[in-house]
């Protein structure tokens, strides 16, 4: 090879390394589980700074939480067991007014509200564990991790007890309501059927939070296939279904049907009563 041939080839050789695009291998998409569960995100989870950020709403709501936007000045509060505020641009988030550093901010991008999901998920008393090989985020609720039911609701029972005339002849039940892993406590309170209510609490910090009262008196309790659970009132020939349902703290009574006349339109209750206790008896709380 002369010399002209011998420098055009190594030309060219130089000029391919210059111009060549390095090959890395395509990560895999950032998965995200609470309790097992795969949460499917329409806009997928990113890491920045070093930290997984996730859209605002859809972990909110995954969590149990209703969210409120203000668009305006661009700050979220979500209340479930607790009560979240962010604002965007911002390294302080509140929780239950306590307030928290996050060391990556809520933000924008893409016109879509991203916050940091292990400040958030820790926040709120989940554990967070991340591997790095299949870039997953497992989180575990605290339902998932056991809770004393007996310690948290065994006080309410007493005290209803103590509260009423014929208290040892009041039945409760245990039953998660709105399906989230941790089951509320609902229990008849009142010396009689015109005054019986149906208190409803939750485990929050492993603590009794009273959610509500609703009418108890001449009601029957039954699970509701689609969630939640279904009071059937019936007296003197007159019937009403109603469906309780649970979104966070927000506890909600809907009227399904109202009848005047006995009938024989019982298909909502074909699963069979919900299971109760006297109230006497812990053996749901074990």
């Known amino acids: 090879m002369n010399f002209s041939k011998k420098f055009a080839a190594v030309g ?3 000029l391919l390394a210059l111009n060549a695009v390095p090959v890395f291998a395509e990560l895999p998409d950032i998965s995200v589980k609470i309790d097992g569960k795969t949460i499917e995100f329409d806009v997928p989870p990113m ?3 070093g930290r997984t950020m996730v859209p605002m709403r859809k972990i909110f709501e995954e969590f149990g939480y209703v969210v409120d936007w203000n668009g305006d000045e661009q700050f979220v509060i979500a209340d479930g067991l607790n009560s979240v505020y962010m604002k965007i641009g911002e390294s302080t988030m509140k929780v239950d007014g306590e307030e928290i550093q996050m060391d990556t901010l ?5 016109g879509r509200t991203l916050i940091p999901l292990r400040a958030l998920a820790e926040s709120i008393g989940c554990y967070v564990d991340w591997d790095g090989d299949t870039r997953t985020v497992d989180i575990a609720t ?5 809770i004393d039911y007996y ?4 006080g309410i029972l007493e005290q209803v007890i103590a509260d009423n005339v014929w208290g040892e002849y009041l039945r409760y039940f245990v039953y998660d309501i709105d399906g989230d892993g941790v089951k509320e406590l609902i229990v008849q309170n009142g010396n009689n059927e015109l005054e019986m209510a149906l208190d409803i609490y939750t485990v929050y910090q492993e603590e009794a939070l009273l959610l509500g009262s609703l009418t108890g008196g001449h009601s029957a309790l039954y699970p509701c296939p689609d969630g939640g659970i279904y ?22 009574e809907e009227l399904i049907w109202d009848k005047q006349e006995p009938h024989n339109d019982y298909a909502q209750f074909e699963e069979g009563d919900l299971h109760y206790a006297r109230i006497t008896d812990d053996v749901l709380l074990r």
């Open 231 to 252: 009071r059937h009132w019936a007296n003197e020939g007159s019937e009403t279904l109603y469906r309780i349902t649970l979104n966070g703290r927000d506890l909600k």
């Open 106 to 110: 809520p933000q924008i991008v893409d």
């Open 47 to 49: 890491i920045i700074s």
């Open 12 to 14: 060219i050789s130089a």
């Open 151 to 154: 310690g948290a609701y065994k």
């Open 142 to 146: 605290p339902a998932m991790d056991g």
